[in-house]
């Protein structure tokens, strides 16, 4: 197990995201230390980051690469991906929604639909695109880890804590 920076971690998962962007799931949840857990996972690999904060653009964080796979089976859901929206689609959307004067539930809704049709792309085909819609991002009241999962979570919140007291040793962590 090697600790990286949540950097690190993100350019590899990215990296093997546009080698083969179906089957990821990103499961989020802030655990009792206050900390942000993100896990990436596909059918092949899976890693765990820990960050401070998730509403800055730099947090800071830590993470690895899991050797045991997450328990996914609960989420059922359509894989996380960038998806892009072609111009069409939004204006069709668009017009359907206005022309039926559909609820902001039932606008939701077909808004889903829409985007559940749309394969993941590449993160370089998506940029290309005007829109892409990103996600879904689950979140979760706890992460469904093993036992050498939590205890290894544990590590990453003493490892966190230590790089927050060094980075601000003025605050309490």
């Known amino acids: 197990m090697e600790i990286q920076s949540y950097e690190e971690i993100l350019h590899e998962v990215f990296k093997n995201y546009n080698k083969k962007p179906n089957n990821w799931k990103v ?3 802030r655990n009792a230390s206050g900390f942000w857990d993100i896990v990436f996972s596909n059918n092949e690999e899976a890693w765990i980051i820990k960050l401070d904060t998730i509403f800055k653009a730099n947090p800071i964080g830590i993470g690895v690469k899991l050797d045991e796979e997450i328990k996914k089976d609960e989420i ?3 894989p996380y991906g960038f998806r892009p929206i072609p111009k069409p689609l939004i204006r ?3 017009k359907e929604i206005q022309e039926k004067n559909l609820s902001l539930e039932e606008a939701s809704k077909k808004i889903i639909n829409e985007l ?3 394969p993941p792309k590449p993160i370089t085909i998506a940029q290309q695109s005007p829109i892409t819609a990103v996600g879904p991002h689950h979140i979760l009241q706890k992460l469904p880890l093993s036992q050498k999962q939590k205890s290894l979570n544990k590590i ?3 490892q966190l804590r230590k790089t927050l007291r060094i980075k601000y040793p003025w ?3």
């Open 27 to 29: 499961l989020i949840s």
């Open 76 to 78: 059922d859901d359509f």
């Open 92 to 94: 069709n959307l668009t």
């Open 116 to 118: 559940k049709s749309i």
């Open 156 to 158: 990453l919140d003493e």
């Open 171 to 173: 605050y309490e962590f």
